[in-house]
């Protein structure tokens, strides 16, 4: 199916049917769709997060950063 010219794709499918076609789709679909529900869950995290619990974990992850900065330019 990595045919690079569309003569190429017409011919197979005239020999193999329109089924490895209809099979690559959905899988890309599926595939965009599980991408798209991974980038959703941060957010959909933080919308049901209260505000104590934000600033919470805003500053405990501030405060991880800053101490990883520090490891680095104590480094250099």
């Given at each position: 199916?990595?045919?690079?010219?569309?003569?190429d794709?017409?011919?197979?499918?005239?020999e193999?049917?329109?089924?490895?076609?209809?099979d690559?789709r959905?899988?890309l679909?599926?595939?965009?769709?599980?991408?798209?529900?991974?980038?959703?869950?941060p957010?959909?995290?933080a919308e049901?997060?209260?505000?104590?619990?934000?600033?919470?974990r805003?500053?405990?992850?501030?405060e991880?950063?800053?101490?990883?900065?520090q490891?680095?330019?104590?480094?250099s």
């Amino acid at each position: 199916m990595s045919d690079f010219y569309p003569q190429d794709r017409h011919r197979d499918r005239k020999e193999e049917g329109e089924q490895p076609y209809k099979d690559a789709r959905e899988t890309l679909s599926e595939n965009e769709a599980e991408l798209r529900n991974r980038a959703d869950e941060p957010w959909i995290a933080a919308e049901h997060e209260g505000d104590e619990a934000r600033s919470a974990r805003l500053k405990s992850e501030a405060e991880d950063r800053l101490k990883e900065v520090q490891s680095e330019m104590d480094k250099s």
